[in-house]
């Protein structure tokens, strides 16, 4: 008992601190000697109460646990990350892969596979715009790479038709017709897909780190792990599914 009264007494506080404010990287308030459990398995059942009081039919709070409470379990903060980086990866596709209009900087990245390894198109080769419909890329440095590099602009996605000649690779830039436009969509739609599936793999990961704790802590704690990692990533495809059906806007016109 004097343990409980002693736990409980900075326990307001701390409530108040398990909100968003910690979750955005606030440290929880110092407790006493023995109490972390304790008071981490009344936070917890607090959280799974709130959860579970919701009448059926009804909108579910969200669930919102304190990264520093579960941080012996799993690190929430670097699950998030991962996610993001998900994300971030298709806004790096859509931007550099995915336009109306090629520009020289749009096949900077594209990988090349030669004997020696994989490397952007821009160290290979120097690329220039000849004119609005036509670019090039200059193999001299690299000469033996000149079929890889061509191999890989056709391979791109980006409906592109190069033609070798001796070092200089020649590289047509289709007219922006409607046919075009409704290809490059169906790219985004696959791309965001990809995408998708990686953000299930961190998932997946991650629900199966905390499950690795189902005999050091309770069912209501994994349970609630398992609902905010799934929370995070249904989120998070709905941010990919904005992006998405903002590019394919654009690309449509």
Known sequence: MALALRCLRPLPALLLRSSPA???????????GGCSRYVQHLLLS???ATKKAKGKGQSQAKVNISAALVEDIINLEETSEDMQAVIEALKEDFSRNL???TSPGALDHITVVTKDGKFPLNQLG???QKSPQLLTVNMTSFPESTAAAAKAIRESGMN???????????????????EHRESLAKLAKQSTNKSKEALRKVRSKSITQVKKSKNKVSEDT?????????QMADEAAA??????AAKTKELLG
């Open 22 to 32: 910690v979750a955005r990287g606030l440290p929880p308030a110092p407790l006493p």
């Open 160 to 178: 592109l038709n190069p033609e070798v000649d001796g070092t200089v690779i020649r590289v047509p830039v289709p007219k922006v017709t409607r």
């Open 46 to 48: 607090r959280q799974l």
């Open 239 to 244: 941010e990919m599914d904005k992006l998405l």
């Open 99 to 101: 336009n109306v209009r």
């Open 222 to 230: 994994i349970w609630l792990l398992e609902k905010q990692i799934q």
């Open 126 to 128: 120097q690329i220039s």
